[in-house]
């Protein structure tokens, strides 16, 4: 049976997997995904090949449309469909070249392909765009353009003449067996961590997702080769039938964890370095579009990761998350602030975004601490207070520290932890700018551009006497020892002191 692909392009989405109880198995039904000759150039469906042929996908069958043309003009390969085949079987697919005109020729290809076990089957279809019209058939320039009004009539009568028979095909409809959404999403038991203790966001992710997932079958996790980084390997150990291995091919992977959602079959949690999400950009933005819901997770954001260099380390990966319609963005700056917003991704609708962060921090909130979508924490506030110094992630407890060397100079600011930067809590933050004098200080290990500091300022861009300082990361980093980077990009807590200092100092 046919089903309909949420995403033209995206074919790759549907990998027709769900879960019973707690194994992920595949559907009962087929999965047929038609694909452009010209997409084909899209390394996006090639990594789509090599996963279901890798996972033995035998439900999966995939037609490629060759009609030798492009948009602007014919594509990279025309009609060699003989190419096409040695590629897909390259890729370990069972393949057949089939005149696509041909309706007997494409059902005994259909009738083969479901009889095929361990191999997802392409099916090679050689057509012609226009085929049959006068002055269209196989003929550039038509893309996208619709046919001139007077000549709808004769091709019209072109199409009819060419109909076979009046009998009316009604195919059945596919097994509704998908289990209804599991709705437990508490923890079986609360954070172990102590104020004071040191854990970093991303362990304490992978620590959360395997407690969700004991008490929710329907949570399942996916990673691009960095489990042992992103802490995904957590949940494998304790769920390893619900664990989906994507290797390093994350615009697969965003796709998998789509298709994985589709009819609300599962609670996908994927992750992967946070700057490595922007390969998968156009997949993000995709599956917002077909207001799907999963949770993406991002480690080693900012400069804060250290030695491993700027290509590893995220500084746009906010930017990129608040642009996506609906999105929310979680920032957790501790054990028990990453716990609960793990928590909280899971029944939250459309695409969430978790940045985690790589450096082991203090501990700042108690175990049964509260936490909602879009309500900023107050962390230190006492009378008197000058500034509003507001701070997530490693930034956060950079703050805290400037907050004691400033106090010892009779200093006193609020420092504040927005939880979620998309959506940014405006009445918090704009009744502490207020109860501060108006005076706000940002800090990020971001980027200028996009970052909390923007969201801030929007935040209070309609408030007259509210004045906004930003500190970020400005340009470029290199390799170093975190403590080093965050010093030499102004974000660290000497940086805080001197920007209230100077920029508040009356």
């Known amino acids: 049976m046919w089903r309909q692909v949420p995403l033209g392009r995206a074919w790759e989405l549907l990998v027709a997997w769900h879960t019973q109880g707690s194994t992920l198995i595949k559907q009962s039904y087929r999965v047929y995904c038609l694909i452009g000759d010209g997409e084909s150039s899209e390394g996006s469906v090639w990594e789509a090949m090599a996963f279901a042929s890798h996972y033995r996908l035998d439900n999966l069958v995939a037609i490629f449309d060759v009609n030798r043309l492009g948009q602007s003009e014919p594509?990279?390969?025309?009609?060699?469909?003989?190419?096409?085949?040695?590629?897909?079987?390259?890729?370990?697919?069972?393949?057949?070249?089939?005149?696509?005109?041909?309706?007997?020729?494409?059902?005994?290809?259909?009738?083969?392909?479901?009889?095929?076990?361990?191999?997802?089957?392409?099916?090679?279809?050689?057509?012609?765009?226009?085929?049959?019209?006068?002055?269209?058939?196989?003929?550039?320039?038509?893309?996208?353009?619709?046919?001139?009004?007077?000549?709808?009539?004769?091709v019209i009568q072109v199409i009819q003449s060419r109909i076979q028979g009046a009998s009316r095909l009604s195919p059945k409809q596919p097994t509704d067996d998908s289990p209804k959404l599991d709705t437990v999403f508490n923890l079986p038991d609360p954070p172990t961590y102590k104020v004071g203790d040191k854990v970093a966001t991303r362990k304490a992710y992978g620590t959360a997702l395997a407690k969700l997932g004991k008490v929710n079958p329907k949570v399942i996790s996916l990673d691009g080769d960095t489990k042992n980084s992103t802490f995904a390997e957590t949940f494998k150990k304790a769920h390893p039938d619900r664990y989906i291995e994507c290797?390093?091919?994350?615009?697969?992977?965003?796709?998998?964890?789509?298709?994985?959602?589709?009819?609300?079959?599962?609670?996908?949690?994927?992750?992967?370095?946070?700057?490595?999400?922007?390969?998968?950009?156009?997949?993000?933005?995709?599956?917002?579009?077909?207001?799907?819901?999963?949770?993406?997770?991002?480690?080693?954001?900012?400069?804060?990761?250290?030695?491993?260099?700027?290509?590893?380390?995220?500084?746009?990966?906010l930017a990129m998350f608040r642009a996506i319609p609906g999105a929310s963005v979680f920032y957790p700056s501790d054990g028990v602030s990453a716990e609960k917003a793990v928590v909280l991704a899971a029944q939250t609708k459309g695409i969430c975004f978790i940045r985690t962060s790589r450096p082991d921090t203090p501990v700042i909130y108690d175990a049964a601490e509260n936490f909602e979508v879009g309500k900023a924490k107050v962390v230190r506030q006492s009378t008197g207070d000058t500034v509003t110094v507001i701070g997530a992630g490693v930034t956060l407890h950079e703050a805290l520290k400037a907050a004691d060397v400033l106090a010892e100079q009779g200093v006193k600011i609020r420092v504040l932890d927005p939880f979620t930067v998309k959506p940014i809590d405006v009445e918090g933050i704009v009744a502490n700018a207020k109860a501060t004098g108006g005076r706000v200080l940002v800090v990020e290990d971001h980027y200028p551009e996009g970052g909390l500091g923007e969201a801030v300022c929007g935040a209070v861009a309609s408030e007259p006497g509210i004045v906004v300082k930003r500190l970020a990361v400005s340009r470029v980093p290199r390799s170093g020892k975190p403590t080093e980077l965050l010093e030499r990009f102004g974000i660290d807590a000497n940086s805080i002191v001197s920007a209230v200092c100077s920029a508040f100092g009356n």
């Open 75 to 154: 594509a990279p390969l025309r009609h060699s469909t003989d190419i096409y085949r040695a590629r897909c079987e390259s890729f370990g697919w069972n393949t057949y070249v089939v005149d696509g005109h041909e309706v007997e020729e494409l059902c005994q290809a259909f009738f083969k392909a479901g009889q095929v076990k361990g191999q997802p089957t392409a099916i090679i279809a050689k057509t012609f765009k226009g085929k049959g019209i006068p002055g269209m058939e196989d003929l550039e320039n038509w893309h996208g353009k619709p046919v001139p009004k007077d000549r709808v009539e004769e």
């Open 247 to 317: 290797f390093i091919a994350e615009q697969n992977m965003v796709s998998v964890a789509i298709g994985c959602a589709c009819r609300d079959r599962t609670i996908p949690f994927a992750s992967t370095f946070a700057a490595f999400f922007s390969r998968a950009y156009d997949h993000v933005r995709m599956g917002a579009i077909s207001q799907s819901n999963i949770n993406l997770v991002g480690s080693h954001c900012g400069v804060s990761i250290g030695e491993d260099g700027p290509s590893q380390m995220a500084l746009e990966d």
